[in-house]
T-cell receptor, first 116, second 112 residues
Framework: SQTIHQWPATLVQPVGSPLSLECTVE??????LYWYRQAAGRGLQLLFY??????ISSEVPQNLSASRPQDRQFILSSKKLLLSDSGFYLC???????????????FGPGTRLTVL | RKEVEQDPGPFNVPEGATVAFNCTYS??????FFWYRQDCRKEPKLLMS?????NEDGRFTAQLNRASQYISLLIRDSKLSDSATYLC?????????????WGLGTSLAVNP
């Protein structure tokens, strides 16, 4: 079966500090990978998606970046965090899984980031 | 018009009640639809997929009305554990599209 891991679960960072969030997927190969952010009381905002190693599409201009150094690893980074970067960061994967269609996305447990 | 629209609620219902949510979408070419459930401070989890006219899974029924461009989620015999936010999600393109369009969610509270 497929599993998706994210860490850390919770993070408190000062403004201006760097950020690195990691996501790994097990049990599938060549998945599409996604980073979303959910601000308090708001909907999911797609930040980045990747269809393969080294292939990143950015959805929203911001001070965040993403990288995919390995097939099942997706990293979200920032050089300098802003207060507005606070939120719930979710990694998701999409691919063939147990007979389900290609369109469903499955989420990791998320990282709750607070920037102070 | 928003790409995916949901009534934010909250819907407050007693245990055992039947409750229905509607979700409208703007792109008539949309091919597939999903309902996700999100508990407070947790990740969204897939509840149902809808690829044709509808889908049923136990107490949950999703129905698609392409002519009116909406999908509905019906929950029968509500349980306390059904309290959550229900997200309507649309795949707006045919074929192997990579992005989904997410609604803002409908909040449900099932009361004892």
């Amino acid at each position: 079966s497929q599993t998706i891991h994210q860490w850390p679960a919770t993070l408190v960072q000062p403004v201006g500090s760097p950020l690195s969030l990691e996501c790994t997927v097990e049990g599938t190969s060549n998945p599409n990978l996604y980073w979303y952010r959910q601000a308090a009381g708001r909907g999911l905002q797609l930040l980045f998606y990747s269809v393969g190693i080294g292939q990143i599409s950015s959805e929203v201009p911001q001070n965040l970046s993403a990288s995919r150094p390995q097939d099942r690893q997706f990293i979200l980074s920032s050089k300098k965090l802003l207060l507005s970067d606070s939120g719930f960061y979710l990694c998701a994967w999409r691919g063939l899984a147990g007979g389900l269609s290609y369109n469903e996305q499955f989420f990791g447990p998320g990282t709750r980031l607070t920037v102070l | 018009r928003k790409e995916v629209e949901q009534d934010p609620g909250p819907f407050n219902v007693p245990e055992g009640a039947t409750v229905a949510f509607n979700c409208t979408y703007s792109n008539s070419a949309s091919q597939s639809f999903f309902w996700y459930r999100q508990d407070c401070r947790k990740e969204p989890k897939l509840l149902m997929s809808v690829y044709s006219s509808g889908n049923e899974d136990g107490r949950f029924t999703a129905q698609l009305n392409r002519a009116s461009q909406y999908i509905s989620l019906l929950i029968r015999d509500s349980k306390l554990s059904d309290s959550a936010t229900y997200l309507c999600v649309v795949n707006p393109y045919a074929g192997n599209n990579r992005k989904l369009i997410w609604g803002l969610g409908t909040s449900l509270a099932v009361n004892p």
